[in-house]
């Protein structure tokens, strides 16, 4: 969970006058929240719409935001070790 963490927090630090953008980093930050807020609680969140996101994003925000590129990276290969 530290990585999503991690990843939240760089999701939190990125500044965008575009409104897509924006949109993005929102909708990634909500449900990376949700799935530390589903782990805290004790209970198993759904990982694969996640990562599914994650992948589908990453390679819209590695040239302008390569500090959320390289965790989102590292919780994308956290998640396909884990079959998903």
């Known amino acids: 969970m530290e ?3 991690r990843l939240y927090a760089e999701l939190d ?3 965008t006058s575009d409104p ?3 949109e993005m980093c929102m909708r990634l930050k909500a449900d ?3 799935v530390l807020d589903e782990t805290a609680g ?3 969140p759904e990982l694969s ?6 992948r589908s994003t990453l390679g819209r925000v590695e040239a302008t935001y390569p500090n959320a590129a390289l965790v989102m990276g590292q919780v994308v290969d956290a998640l ?3 079959g998903l």
Do not use: K, P, S
């Open 49 to 54: 719409a996640l990562g599914e996101r994650l």
């Open 32 to 34: 990376v929240r949700h």
């Open 80 to 82: 396909a070790i884990l």
């Open 13 to 15: 630090r990125v500044e």
């Open 20 to 22: 897509d953008e924006r």
């Open 42 to 44: 004790g209970r198993q």
């Open 3 to 5: 990585r999503l963490e």
